[in-house]
């Protein structure tokens, strides 16, 4: 059974910072895209960042850089690092891993929520 087990979400005020974490069980996942995609309230979810095998990253203009994606192969981990924090980067964040970005297996979301 895949699982994929998210950390890292919270609530920060405004220009702060959080680190997701998304932690993976089957070593195949070492050659998969990993990425993170996000949803808000009455949004569709959206694709935040992605990173492929070999380390080539993709960001959504909403966060090029604020926000950094990374991954440690032998962990079969993927971070995000997000830094200066907007309210509308509030969303359930959820870690995805899959051939490409958007199939595969999900983890079951964390909150962010960015508010004074």
């Known amino acids: 059974q895949v699982q994929l087990v998210e950390s890292g979400g919270g609530l920060v005020q405004p220009g702060g910072s959080l680190r997701l974490s998304c932690a993976a069980s089957g070593s195949i996942f070492r050659f998969y895209v990993m990425a993170w995609y996000r949803q808000a309230p009455g949004k569709q979810r959206e694709l935040v960042a992605s990173?492929?095998?070999?380390?080539?990253?993709n960001y959504a203009d909403s966060v090029k850089g604020r926000f950094t994606i990374s991954r440690d192969n032998a962990k079969i981990t993927v971070y995000l690092q997000m830094n200066s924090l907007k309210p509308e980067d509030t969303a359930v964040y959820y870690c995805n891993v899959g051939p490409a970005a958007g199939v595969g297996s999900w983890g079951p979301g964390t909150q962010v929520t960015v508010s004074s």
């Open positions: 990173i492929s095998a070999g380390g080539s990253t």
